[in-house]
């Protein structure tokens, strides 16, 4: 994956952003941030290559091993939404139709599913995951900033979400768990079960920034289902440079918090960014296993692995959305091993390539549960 730097943002219309040297001013989301410039990774900026530091190979990966099975990962998705609706179609039908071959057991959307909040986006995701639908296969899908307040600009937690994504239509579905039980007829938190290799999932999504109350019902839902492997999927939770999102240790100096929304200050800070759902969530449970998140920019890739009472819990940042025409249509593949390890790939159908840099392509220990 090419890292794209906060001077390369700067200097690239394409991106919406302009600013000036020594402090970051993005139109991500019409939500303006200004601040000291976070960390960057190294890069060589001078190329003009936005494939410069990732080695892609043409051709699919290799089928899973014997035993293992599939979890995709489809992060970030608005540009497709506003301006690439082919690209995203072609993702949901690769995965369905890869099904049998990989053993896919389920689907984790990041959230940013529109760029706008508009209807026109709207209906372009919903043709989209249609297909994974139509196909009986199950999804957990999470609102990003982008997804809410007029224009997608997060100044409040409306949303069209529930226009085009109703409850009725998932209820019932292949894999359905439920849903925020004081918004039962509200998708923004779910969770779904995916069942793979013996083995039983839960797929717990919640919303951006979500509030108090909101980690309240999902510390219930893991604790009611010790038995099940979690997966968490939230849009902002780790950063770009290895670390969780934390207001309070870090401030403007990772960009993008939710705590900096609208939204936030709508509600008297109730939203909770990385580090609170680590303290207030994930630390707590011996049954969560990972973590995955979109959102954050630079080069859209992180990684996270705590040992919380004896226990690696890897939490991954995947977005794709700085790459050419939207994003690419890059998805990453999780290959689940029956020796309790896991490995990534990250496949455009899109380019028919995989990207084999180290940080696109690895190797994880899965944390026991129990």
């Not at 209807?119 to 982008?146: D, F, I, S």
């Not at 069209?160 to 923004?188: A, C, H, Q, S, V």
């Not at 403007?252 to 939204?263: K, S």
Request: overall charge negative; proline content about 7%.
């Amino acid at each position: 994956m090419g890292i794209i730097t906060r001077r390369q943002l700067l200097s690239v219309t394409a991106s919406g952003v302009v600013g000036l040297a020594g402090h970051v001013t993005t139109a991500r989301g019409d939500q303006v941030v200004a601040g000291p410039a976070p960390p960057a990774k190294p890069s060589a900026e001078t190329s003009k290559d936005p494939y410069a530091d990732g080695i892609l190979t043409p051709g699919e990966p290799p089928p899973p091993v014997a035993g293992a099975f599939t979890f995709v990962v489809l992060p970030d998705t608005q540009n497709y939404a506003e301006r690439f609706p082919a690209t995203y179609i072609a993702q949901t039908k690769w995965i369905v139709a890869q099904r049998e071959a990989r053993r896919i057991t389920g689907v984790f959307h990041l959230g940013d599913i529109t760029n706008r909040n508009t209807p026109e986006q709207w209906k372009n995701a919903q043709a989209a995951m249609r297909v994974l639908e139509t196909a009986g296969m199950p999804y957990c899908m999470v609102p990003g900033n982008h997804d809410y307040g007029p224009g997608g600009n997060a100044a409040d937690r409306t949303t069209l979400l529930n226009e085009f994504f109703p409850i009725t239509d998932r209820r019932g579905g292949p894999g359905w768990g439920g849903t925020y039980d004081k918004e039962p007829d509200r998708l923004e938190n779910n969770f779904q079960f995916m069942d793979g290799g013996g083995r039983k999932f839960l797929a717990l999504g919640l919303e951006f920034g979500p509030r108090a109350d909101v980690v309240r019902w999902a510390n219930e839902v893991v604790g009611d289902h010790p038995d099940h492997e979690v997966v968490l999927l939230t849009h902002a939770y780790v950063y770009f440079d290895d670390t969780r999102y934390d207001w309070v240790a870090r401030g403007t100096r990772q960009q993008w918090n939710p705590h900096t929304y609208g939204m936030a200050k709508a509600s008297q800070g109730d939203v909770h960014d990385g580090e609170q759902l680590w303290q207030e969530l994930v630390s707590k449970h011996r049954n969560v296993i990972m973590t995955f998140n979109g959102h954050v920019l630079g080069d859209g890739l992180g990684r996270v692995t705590t040992t919380a009472a004896g226990r690696e819990i890897s939490q991954q940042l995947v977005n794709f959305q700085m790459r050419p025409n939207g994003g690419d249509g890059w998805l990453r593949l999780i290959e689940m091993r029956p020796d309790g390890t896991a490995h990534t790939w990250d496949y455009s159908p899109v380019l028919g390539s995989r990207n084999e840099s180290p940080q696109n392509q690895f190797a994880f220990t899965l944390a026991k549960v129990g």
